[in-house]
């Protein structure tokens, strides 16, 4: 195992460089709820129209995994991170420039969504390479982009007293020049590294390495693949609601800003707890029943939500929906690994982040049109709860890894790994 050979593995200087890296692109993409109102003031939108931003990044930065996913496999990810990075900068300034809704979904929902896909599949997949011992935790810490907003939040909040919603973004845009240097940080995972660690891996550790290496056609054929991606389609209904829309409603049950954005920040800072808990829990059990635990937190701590009214009922909400919602995206990529193999993983992870990126989308534009429709935020809410709570019980129909390999992956289409 290379992160056990008591040398410094690079691995965790990708770890590290991928979650500063991740927490600037998703910190700014997350602080869009909090200029929701601003730029629905000044525009006289209605909350539906301008979800629809929303819904259109979220199925860009889908469609822009899945050619990630395949462009990994092929190119490695760096070059990858390094192109996203620019396009999310200039869609990050395009934003204090916008003058009608086009404008919006180009530079939101295009721009920066292609750019910021760059940030996931390709992460993702370099961090399963890099790791075989400890993978639940390296994943867990390098997708802790949720805490992003325990920065952005107040951040953003304190820019817009000083200026208005296109001097944030303009300020938010030079921030995001950081992006630069953390990519350069990321190495590919190559050969060299490979040979260099494999005398570790014969050495009896290789118990936690996949026996078969599918492609995403082959993955495609088995119930695992499409359990785990209804599975994210569900968890992701359930809370990107919230997200975009959480800011909007505590400031509609009367807090203010500051304090709406204060609750935000405990969120994100639970959400860090939570995925690290969640991956060295899956570590330690089974990600399926780290992930049934926390799907099903998160959708419980949904109606309380709506039930709040005073400060500290939001804050101790954050916490404990923060740890629930934000634990089990690593795992999700854990599962994926052990069922289905590294050599492919690129393609089959563009998948499941695209279908994932379809659920964040629909939360938050549902939100929206059903806020217009009913006036408030009871109605969506209690869906979102009810798409986590069917989450939850997908987890628990998942197979153990070494039955799906013996029963569910037709011999013929096996690839012993090398």
């Known amino acids: 195992m290379p992160e056990s050979q008591g040398k410094f593995f690079y ?3 990708i770890v590290f460089a991928g979650l500063f890296l991740t927490l600037i692109m998703f910190g700014i993409v997350d602080s ?24 259109i990044n979220f199925i860009c930065f889908g469609l822009g995994n899945l050619a990630c996913g395949v462009l990994t496999d092929r190119f490695g990810s760096r070059r990858l991170l390094i192109a996203g990075g620019i396009l999310f900068i200039i869609g990050t300034i395009l934003m204090s420039q916008i003058q009608s809704l086009v404008h919006l979904y180009f530079a939101f929902g295009v721009v920066m969504a292609i750019g910021r896909s760059a940030a ?3 992460l993702t997949v370099l961090i399963t390479k890099w790791f075989t011992q400890n993978q639940g935790l390296a994943l867990a810490i390098a997708q802790s982009q949720n805490v992003g907003p325990a920065v952005f939040a107040p951040l953003t ?9 296109r001097g944030v973004y303009l300020w938010l845009g030079v921030g995001s020049l950081l992006i630069f240097p953390l990519a350069m940080l990321i190495r590919d995972y190559s050969e060299e590294e ?10 009896g550790l290789t118990s936690r390495m996949p026996n078969v290496h599918l492609t995403l056609r082959q993955a495609m054929q088995t119930r695992v693949f499409w359990t785990l991606n209804l599975m994210v389609l569900g968890c992701c209904i359930c809370h990107s609601c919230i997200l975009l829309h959480g800011f909007s409603h505590m400031t ?5 800003g500051s304090t709406a954005s204060k609750v935000a920040a405990v969120m994100a800072i639970s959400g860090l707890v939570g995925k690290i808990a ?16 926390f799907l099903g937190l998160q959708a419980v701590m949904v109606p309380p939500f709506i039930q709040a009214h005073e400060p500290s009922s939001f804050y101790l909400w954050a916490v404990v929906f923060g740890i629930g919602y934000a634990g089990p995206m690593p795992v999700y990529a854990m599962l994926f690994r052990e069922h289905f193999g590294t050599r492919f993983i690129g393609s089959i992870l563009g998948v499941f982040f695209m279908i994932a990126s379809v659920g964040m989308g629909f939360g ?3 939100g929206g049109k059903l806020y217009d429709i009913f006036g408030s935020y009871t109605i969506p809410f209690l869906t979102s709860t009810g798409t986590g709570l069917i989450s939850a019980l997908l987890a628990l129909t998942l197979p153990s890894a070494k039955k799906s390999e013996q029963e569910m992956v037709p011999p013929q289409v096996v690839l012993q790994a090398s």
């Not at 200029?35 to 931003?53: C, D, H, L, P, Y």
């Not at 089974?286 to 049934?292: I, L, Q």
Request: charge should be positive; include cysteine; aromatic fraction near 12%.
């Open 11 to 13: 691995g965790w200087v």
């Open 32 to 55: 869009f709820g909090i200029m929701f109102k601003s730029i629905s003031e000044q525009f006289q939108w209605n909350r539906g129209t301008i979800s629809v931003a929303s819904m």
């Open 120 to 122: 996931a599949v390709p």
């Open 157 to 165: 909040v304190y820019l817009l007293t000083q200026t208005d919603w």
């Open 194 to 203: 490979s040979q260099r660690y494999a005398s570790s891996r014969a050495a």
């Open 252 to 256: 509609d049950m009367g807090l203010v």
């Open 278 to 293: 969640c991956g060295m829990l899956a570590d330690r059990i089974s990600g399926k029943w780290a992930m049934a635990l």
């Open 364 to 366: 938050g534009l549902m």
